[in-house]
C-alpha cells in the first residue's frame, strides 16, 4: 500500500468540492465531542448526531466541536451547511493524503495537516490528518480517529483564570498546534537519538542489520520531512494573514510556533545529512574490512606458491635429477622453503602490505 | 526517435506565426465536436469542417469547441480567422512539443499543456497535447487524436442545475483542467505504487531486470516531472491572471487546481529521491552479495593451500625423506592436515570473516 | 587550446573602449552587404569598405549592415564614429570571448550572443559569435565569418506584402534572432536523438568507445547550456526594456522567443541529467558483467582445489599408503572427485551463486 | 546523549511562556554579576539574589547584570516582573535548545545564540547558550555557567575614557557579540588549520585513523555551522532593525559583525568541500594502494602458473614420456621454465601492468 | 599554515577600530608614492613619510597616493586622522584575511578585495590583498608590498589628452580594478589551459602525478572562486551607490566591470564542473583499467587449473592406473590438455570475456 500517496480513485471526475472521503476508514462511526466555554462557564459533552445543534451566538460562551472520523459524508455536509463552510474546504477536510494548508476565507480560517507519533514497535512515524476551521466564536477540529495529543490542552481549559478561558478560539487554536508542533519535536528527537548513536555502532559492527536500520531511520526521517516543510509554510502564512479572526494578542504566540517548525527542520536536516555521512562512513568501513581480508587471504596463498612450485619441481621424475641424490637435500630444500617464506614475508612487511 | 524534443525542421526560416504542424499525425482528419449549453439548454454535434460556424454572441448559449487532430493547416487558419486568434497562438497549438504555457490576450486566454496516461503493457507515461482558448463566451479545445478524459465532464454538463451550466466557460476550462491534473495524481500514484513496493525486493531479489525496472522508473518519473514543473507555473499565471475572462466566482477554484499541482510535484520529487535511494541500496545489496561470496570462495581455497603444498613435498622424490618410511608416516601427516585445516577455520572464525 | 575562454594577452592593461579584436581571425578582409528595404523597395549589395556610407535618415528606407571579419580596427572605428557608438560596445564586438549580453543606450540597442552549429564530423558544436546594433531605422551584425543561418529571413525580405518589409528593424533583429534560437533548438535536437538512443546500447553493448562517445556528449551538452544560459536573460532583459527601439508590435514576437529559449533550456537540462543517468548506468552494468565474470571463475578454480588435493595426496611417496594398494582404488578416488564436483555444483545453485 | 536536539520532555502540553529550564545543569546556585558604569563612575558587584535590585531609572548609570545558570524558576520569574520581560521570551532565555534568533519588542530587544570553545582535549567544538535582553539603560545577560569570554571587555570598561563607558548598553551588548564572534572565527581557524594539513598526510599515510579523524573534523565543521548560519540572520535583523534601543551611533559596528559573521561563514563552507574533497582523495588513494597491492601479488601467482604446470607434467607416471629420459631433459625443463618466467614478465611489462 | 584564513590571535578582545596588522609583513618599512594630476601637470614622487602632506584642497589636481605595506600602524593612524577615515575602515585596510567588500560613507567610498596573480613554479595562485578609499579629488590605495599590475595606468596617466588625466579619481579606481580583474581572467586562462588539456591525458596515461596534478587545479580553482565570488557582489554594489563620489560619466565603465567578473564568474563555475568531470573519468579509465588487466590474469590462471589437475591426476601412485601403461597414454593425454585448452579459450571468446 502506498505511504506516501492515497488512493483517490473515487475522486476522478467527480463535482469539485464533493466531500468525498479519500482514505483508510478507522472508525465505525464519527464521534463528536463539544466543549463550550468562556471566562466563568465550562460544558464537556459527547453528542452522537449533529442534531438540534447550532453555531454559537455572539455573545455567547467559545465553542470546540471536535469530530474524530472523515468518512460519513452526510455529517459533512450538515456541518457544512450549518457553519457555512466552503465545499473546497468541506473536500480537504475529508481529503487525508490532503497537503497541509492555510487559507482564509472571509468568516473561516482553514487549516490542515498531520499529526505525527513515533510507533516504536515498527520503528515507524504514524500519521494522522488534523484539520481545523476557526470562525468568530467556535473553533471545528477534525482527526482521523480517536484519541489525540491535546489532553494537556483539555486540563489548562479547566482553570478558570488561565488564559486559554480567558481567550478566543484562535488562540485554543495556537494551543492546538503548539502541541502538534511539539510532538514533531519529541518524534524527531526520538529519531536523532538513535541516530547520533549510530556513528559508533559503524565502526564497532558494521553489520547488515545495522545497514538495514540506517536505512529504516532515512525513509522516517524522509517522512517526517515531508510532514514539517509544508507546516512551516503554514505557519509563515499564519504569522502574515490580515484575516481579524487571529487576534493581535495571539499573533506573538504564533511566531513562537514559526520558531519551533524552524528548529525542527534544522534538526531534520541535520540528521538527514547524518544519515548520509553514516552511509557512506559505512561503505568505507565495509570496504576496509573485505579489502584488508582479501589482501590478508591473497598473500598467504602466494606466499605459498613458490614453495608449492619447488615440491613440483623435485616431484618431477626425470631420470637424472642430481639433487634428488644429494645426502641432506631434502633438508636443504625445506630449508631453501623456508628461507623463500621468510623473504616473503620481510618484502611485505616493507611494502607495508602486512 | 527522440521523446523528449520533437523534430521541427519544417519550422527553421518559417514566417513566425504559421502554422505548421510539429509532431506525429495521429488521426486521418480532424474531429470538430460543438456543445452549445446554457442553464435551460445543450446541443451536442459532431461536425465534418467549419462550415457555417460562427462564434457565439452575446446572450447566445455558451460554446465547447473541441478539435481532435491539429495537422489540417487550413481548418486552423479557418479557425484562427473566424474567431480571431494571434498568429502566435495558432503556431503553438500545432507544434506538439511546445511547452506548457499560459497567455492572457486582450480577447483571449491561452493555455498549453500535456495530458498524462500510464500504459502499463509499456510501463511508459504517455503524453497528448490539450491546448485550450478562453474568450467571451466560448472555449476551444485541441486535441491530438480522439478519445480523453474529459467524459465526466459532459456527463455533469447534462445535470441542467448544476454549477457547469450556470457558469460560463472559465468554469468549464477550470473542469477540464481539474481532470488533467487528478490524471497526473493518478499517473504518479500508478507509479509511485509499484515504487514504494521496491524496497523490499531489493533486499530479497536484486536480479539484474529489478534494476532495469528501477530505472524504467526512474526515466518515467523524470517524464512526468518535465510535465508537471511548467504546469504549476501555468496555473500559478492563472491565478494570478488580471484578465477579466476568468471570473471571480472560478477563482477559488483555480487556487484548488495550485494546490493538487503542488501535492503531484511533492510526490513526483518524493519518488524521485526514493529510486535514487534504491539505486544506491541496490548497490550496496549487490556488492555485499558479491563480497561474501567472493570472501566464501578465497577463504575456501586458502584452507587447501598449505594442504596441498603438504602433498606436494611428501610427492618429492628425493631418496632421503625419512619421514616416507616412517611406520604411520602416512597417517601422521593426514592428522596433520585436519589439524590445519581445523586451525584455520578457528583462525577464520575468530576474526569474523566466517 | 582553450575553447571555453579566449586568449586575451593583447587586452591587458589597454585603454578601456579600444576596438582589440580578441579571438581568431577566419577571413582575409572584412565582407560588408548592405541591404536597404522599405515596404516599396529593396536594395542587396556588397561593399568593399564603408566609403560614401551614412546611417539612413528618418524617412528614408531601413538599413541591415552585415560585417563579416571582426579584425579590421580601422574599419571598426570608422563605424564607431559614423554611427556614433559608444567605445565600450565596439570593444565587446570584437571580442569573440564576450559573454552574450544585452544593453540599451539612449539611441542604439546592443545584443551579443552565439551562434552554434553541429559539427558531424568531429561530433562538435561549433560556435560563431553574432552582434547586433539596433537603431532608429537601421540595424548593424557583425559575425566572424562569412556564411550564416539567415537566407530564409533574406529570402522573406523580398516578398513585399510581409511583415519583414512592412516593419522597423526591430522585427528584423527579431527574425534573425529566432533563426538563431531555431538552431540552438536543432542542435540540441541532433546530441538529444543519439543521447536517447544510449540508453539500450548500455546495456547491450558497454564498450569503452561507448563510455568515450558519452563523455564527448557531455562535454558538448556544456557547451550548448553555456551559450544558452545567458541567452535566456538577453531574451529576458528584451522582453523587459523601455527602449523606444523595441516597438510594441514587436513585443509579442519577443516574447515568444523566451518561450523557444526555455524550452531548450528544458531540454537541454533533461539532456544533461540523462547522460549523468547514462554513466552511472554504464558504470552499473560494467560492474556487474566483470562481478560476473570474476565469480564464474572463481567458482571453477574453487570447484578443482579439492579435486587436486586429492591428486596430490595419493601423489604422495609414503611407503604405506593402503589405498594405493586397493584393486579398484584409482576407480574409488575417481568416483570421489566425481562425487565431490557434483556436491560443490549443487551446493553453488543452492546458494544461487550461479 | 544527543548533542544536536535537547530533552524537552517536560515542556510537553505546558502552558506556553512557562520558564521550565531545558538542558542540564552545570552550576549550584545562580551567580548574579551586577556592573553599574557611567561616564565617570564604575561599581561591579556580585549577589546572592534580586532582593533588592530595580531597573535603573533615566538619568541613572547605565546597568549590565549577568546571571549564571539558568535553572532556578524563581529567580526567572522575578527577573521577568521586575524587568517586564515578555513570557516568551522567558520560555527562550532557560531553552538551551533555543535556536538563535533574535526579536524586537516595545521596551526590550532580544538576542539569543551560542559562544563556541574548542575542547582540545576531546577535539570536539563545546557550547553554552548566550541570551541578552536589551532595554532603555540596562543589559541582561544569560550563559548556563560562569567563566565566559568577557574579561577583555570588562577590562575596556575600566577605561573611564573609553568608548564603551561613554555609549550606551546597545554598545555594550555590541561588545559581547563582537567577542563571541571572535571566538567563532577562532574555533573555525583551529579547525582549519589541521584541516589544511590532512592533504598531505593523506597522500603519504592514509591510515584508518586518518579516516576517523577526517569524520571527527567533519562533524565539528557541521556543527560550528550549525550555530554560525543563524547567527547570521540574527546580525542581518539586528543590522535592519528599526528599535530605537540600538541607536544609530552603534549601527556601524553592527554591520561590521556582519562581515565577520559572512567570513566565518565562508570559511566553515571551505573547510566543509575540503574535507569533503579529502574524503574522496582518501578513498582514491586508498584503492589505487590495495589495486596496486592486489595486481602485484595476481601477476606474481600468474607467473608461476604455468610453471608448476609442467612440473606437474614432467611428475605424471606415464610409462613412456621419453623426455624423462634424455640426458640433460632436467636442465633443458628447467630452461624452458626460466624462459617462461622471463616471457612473462616481458609481456607484463609490454603491457605497463608492472 | 592556513591558506584560507588568517592568524587573527591580536585581534581577539581589542577596541574595535583599533589598526592592528593581521597577516604577514612582506617588506621592511612602508613605501610611499603620491601622484598628482590634473588635464595639464602630473607629479609622481616617492615619501618616507607622511610629513607635510595634506589632502589636497577642491579646485587643487587630483592625488593618487599609494601605500606598500600595511604594518606600520603609526603610519596608518596618521592617515587615518588626516585624510578623517572612519576607524572600522582602517581596521579592514590592515586585515589581510579582511572578506573583499564595497562600503559607501558620506565623504569616502572603501573597496577591499585581492588581487591574484598565477605562480607558475609552485602551480599556485597567490594572492595580495588591495585596498581603496575614494575621496573628493583623492584616491588612497594600500598593497601589501611593492610590486603591482597597475603600470599599464601609470603609462596612461601621462598622456594629457587621456579620459584619465581629464577624469576625477573614481575613473583613475575604475581603472585599477579593470587591471585587477583582467589579472582575475587571465589566471582562470592560465588554470583553464591546462585543464582543458587534461581530458586527452586521462584517456591515454592517466598516472598517479596526473590524478595530484588535477587536485592542484581542483584547489586552485577553488581558491580563485574564493575570490572572485565577493568581487561580484562589490562590482554590483558600485553599479548601484548613491554615492555622488561615483560619477555618472565613471557608471558606464563600472557596468563593464560586473560584465567581466561574470565572465569570471561563468569560467570558473565551468572549469570546476570540468575538473569534478575528470575526477570520474580518472576513476572510470583506472578501474577499467585495473579490472581488464585483473580479468586477463583471471582467466590464464583458470585454464590452467584442469589442466594442472589432469597431471596430478596421472602423478598419483595407484598401483593400477591403466592408462599409466597405454602406449600412447602420454601423447593422448597432452592432447586432451590442449584440447581443453583450446575449449576453453573458445568458451571465454563466446563469452567476450576476452
Ligand atoms: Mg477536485
Ligand atoms: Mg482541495
Ligand atoms: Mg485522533
Ligand atoms: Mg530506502
Ligand atoms: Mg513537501
Ligand atoms: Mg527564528
Ligand atoms: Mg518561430
Ligand atoms: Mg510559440
Ligand atoms: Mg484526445
Ligand atoms: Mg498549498
Ligand atoms: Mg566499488
Ligand atoms: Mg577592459
Ligand atoms: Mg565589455
Ligand atoms: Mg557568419
Ligand atoms: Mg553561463
Ligand atoms: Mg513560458
Ligand atoms: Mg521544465
Ligand atoms: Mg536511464
Ligand atoms: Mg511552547
Ligand atoms: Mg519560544
Ligand atoms: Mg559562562
Ligand atoms: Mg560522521
Ligand atoms: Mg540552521
Ligand atoms: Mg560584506
Ligand atoms: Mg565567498
Ligand atoms: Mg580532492
Ligand atoms: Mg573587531
Ligand atoms: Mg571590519
Ligand atoms: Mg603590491
Ligand atoms: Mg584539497
Ligand atoms: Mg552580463
Redesign the interface.
Known amino acids: 500500500m502506498?505511504?506516501?500517496?492515497k488512493?483517490?480513485d473515487q475522486?476522478?471526475?467527480?463535482?469539485?468540492g464533493s466531500p468525498v472521503f479519500i482514505g483508510q476508514q478507522k472508525i465505525d462511526r464519527p464521534r463528536i465531542r463539544k466543549i463550550d466555554y468562556s471566562a466563568s462557564t465550562l460544558h464537556d459533552a459527547f453528542f452522537p448526531d449533529m442534531e438540534g445543534m447550532t453555531p454559537p451566538q455572539a455573545g455567547e460562551p467559545c465553542c470546540w466541536l471536535n469530530i474524530d472520523g472523515l468518512h460519513d459524508a452526510g455529517l459533512m455536509t450538515t456541518l457544512g451547511s450549518l457553519f457555512n463552510l466552503?465545499s473546497?474546504v468541506l473536500e480537504?477536510v475529508v481529503n487525508t493524503?490532503?497537503?497541509p494548508?492555510f487559507?482564509a476565507f472571509s468568516e473561516s480560517v482553514f487549516v490542515t495537516l498531520k499529526m505525527l507519533f513515533f510507533d516504536r514497535d515498527h520503528t515507524m512515524i504514524q500519521s494522522e490528518q488534523f484539520s481545523a476551521i476557526l470562525q468568530d466564536n467556535c473553533l471545528l477540529t477534525f482527526q482521523e480517529k480517536p484519541g489525540d495529543?491535546f489532553?494537556?490542552?483539555r486540563?489548562?481549559l479547566q482553570n478558570a483564570g488561565?488564559?486559554l478561558r480567558n481567550s478566543g478560539p484562535d488562540y485554543l487554536l495556537?494551543?492546538l498546534l503548539?502541541?502538534i508542533f511539539?510532538?514533531y519535536?519529541?518524534a524527531?528527537?526520538v529519531l536523532?537519538?538513535r541516530i547520533?548513536a549510530f556513528?559508533e555502532e559503524i565502526?564497532e559492527d558494521p553489520s547488515?542489520e545495522l545497514?538495514?536500520e540506517i536505512?529504516i531511520y532515512?525513509?522516517e526521517v524522509?517522512y517526517v520531512r515531508?510532514a514539517v516543510y509544508?507546516a512551516k509554510e503554514i505557519v509563515l502564512r499564519m504569522v502574515r494573514t490580515e484575516s481579524e479572526l487571529v487576534s493581535a494578542a495571539t499573533q506573538?504566540?504564533v511566531r513562537?510556533l514559526a520558531?519551533m517548525v524552524?528548529?525542527t527542520m534544522?534538526?531534520v536536516d541535520?540528521?538527514r545529512?547524518?544519515l548520509s555521512?553514516h552511509?557512506?562512513?559505512y561503505?568505507?568501513v565495509?570496504n576496509?574490512k573485505?579489502?584488508e581480508?582479501?589482501?590478508f587471504?591473497?598473500?598467504?596463498?602466494?606466499m605459498?606458491?613458490?614453495?608449492?612450485?619447488l615440491?613440483?619441481?623435485?616431484?618431477?621424475?626425470?631420470?637424472?635429477?642430481p639433487?634428488?641424490?644429494f645426502?641432506?637435500?631434502?633438508y636443504v630444500?625445506?630449508g631453501i622453503m623456508g628461507g623463500i617464506a621468510v623473504a616473503m614475508l620481510a618484502y611485505f612487511k616493507k611494502?607495508h602490505?602486512l
Chains 1, 2, 3, 4, 5 share one sequence.
Open positions: 502506498a505511504r506516501f500517496l488512493k483517490r475522486q476522478l471526475g467527480r463535482t469539485p466552503p473546497l480537504d493524503g490532503q497537503r494548508k487559507e495529543i489532553d494537556p490542552v486540563t489548562r488561565g488564559r495556537y494551543a503548539d502541541c511539539e510532538n519535536l519529541k524527531v528527537e536523532g537519538e547520533e556513528d565502526l547488515s545497514l538495514e536505512n532515512r525513509r524522509s515531508k509544508p506573538p504566540f513562537d520558531d524552524e528548529q534544522d534538526a541535520i540528521y545529512e547524518m555521512d552511509l557512506s562512513s561503505n568505507m565495509m576496509n573485505l579489502s581480508t582479501m589482501k587471504l591473497t598473500m598467504f596463498a602466494t605459498f606458491i613458490p614453495l608449492s612450485f615440491a613440483g619441481v623435485y616431484g618431477m621424475n626425470f631420470e637424472s635429477m639433487e634428488l641424490h645426502k641432506h637435500g631434502y630444500i625445506l611494502k602490505w
